[in-house]
């Protein structure tokens, strides 16, 4: 089964190639730069340059897969959740060419592509990863944060999510506090690295609680009162220890719940995905969490894997497939910017 993944769901222009899990092509146009300046993602900016990239990003997947589009069997694309703005652009290319070609269509959502981007198979076919179930997955980005339990693949359930900023955007908007640059993710952790953890005070907000929601809206709040008043020259001295600290409390954040979480549910396999995984701090913290309960977890095994990619759209095309969940109406399939994560 050859298949076409298309993503757009914020400021990536993806597409991707698979056959069956084996991943032929994956590739990713960033627009990092062209929104670092405005601190975020600008949609009409998102828009005009996935408009300018979708065609080129999809004709050079599949290129290096060495296929045609009708070589292609099933085209896939994330429906939600997403900026819609962007997230149409995708929908009705794949809708075009299915529709054009004669193609077999699937919508995927977005979340479930992070939570499966862990099964991807290269050329090989490596690495063999099977998952025991139920599984816990965390996801973790500049979107959602977000822990799901794995009863089999299709089947989920949200047991805990954010109730406002996601950590990815947490980190962000420090990075901004700090006077520093956009994604904030990247800079902190390679500014943390030097500084000490607990040059500050900072809450781990709903820790106490027994539910595995989070919420990371007053650890930023906590964090810009307590700095607002600094000269930039005492911001500058200590960017190091306020990125240690700012970061040591969103890693505890998560992995407080996500440890409730993991004795409540007793899984047999952990999973963790998301932009926020591509920082090498949390995938040791998780690890070890992993290695106390003497539990597999697994995570992206490429750094490409962990920010938004059409891989993963491509793994959950391939197990939909399996289980024959294809658009029936292809000509109203249309984007779903809040779609939500419900059991299968």
């Given at each position: 089964?050859k ?120 050329k ?19 979107g959602h ?28 908007k ?13 800079i ?7 500084g ?126 399996l ?22």
């Amino acid at each position: 089964m050859k298949i076409l993944a298309i993503e757009t769901s914020c400021d990536d222009t993806c597409a991707a190639v698979l056959e069956n899990d084996y991943l032929l092509s994956n590739v990713i146009s960033s627009q990092t730069d062209l929104h670092a300046k405005w601190g975020g993602v600008v949609p009409d900016i998102a828009k005009r340059a996935h408009m300018e990239k979708i065609e080129p990003v999809i004709n050079t997947a599949l290129k290096r897969a060495h296929l045609t589009i009708k070589e292609i069997e099933v085209i896939a694309v994330t429906l939600g959740p997403g900026l819609a703005i962007a997230l149409g652009i995708g929908v009705n290319k794949a809708k075009e060419l299915a529709i054009k070609y004669n193609k077999k269509l699937i919508g995927v959502n977005h979340v479930e592509g992070h939570i499966l981007v862990n099964l991807i198979k290269n050329k090989l076919g490596k690495p063999e990863r099977k998952i025991e179930f139920p599984a816990l997955a965390m996801t973790v980005s500049g979107g959602h944060t977000k822990l799901v339990l794995v009863e089999k693949i299709g089947k989920y359930t949200v047991v805990g999510e954010t109730l406002d900023d996601a950590a990815g955007e947490a980190l962000d908007k420090a990075s901004k506090i700090m006077g520093l640059g956009y994604p904030g993710g990247p800079i902190i952790e390679r500014l943390a690295e030097k500084g000490d953890k607990k040059y500050l005070v900072l809450p781990r907000p709903l820790s106490g609680q027994k539910n595995f929601d989070y919420s990371f809206s007053g650890l930023k709040t906590s964090f810009y009162y307590q700095v607002k008043d600094w000269p930039k020259e005492k911001i500058g001295k200590n960017l190091a220890n306020l990125s240690a600290t700012f970061q040591d409390a969103v890693f505890d954040s998560l992995l407080i719940k996500f440890k409730k979480a993991i004795e409540f549910y007793k899984p047999k396999t952990l999973l963790a995905s998301g932009g926020v995984l591509a920082n090498l701090e949390l995938r040791k913290r998780l690890r070890k969490l992993a290695k106390e309960f003497n539990t597999p977890v697994f995570m992206p095994t490429k750094k490409e894997f962990n920010t938004d990619n059409a891989a993963m759209i491509g793994i959950v095309a391939y197990y939909k497939s399996l289980r024959k969940e294809f658009v029936k109406d292809k000509e109203s399939l249309d984007r779903n910017p809040r779609l939500n994560f419900k059991i299968n």
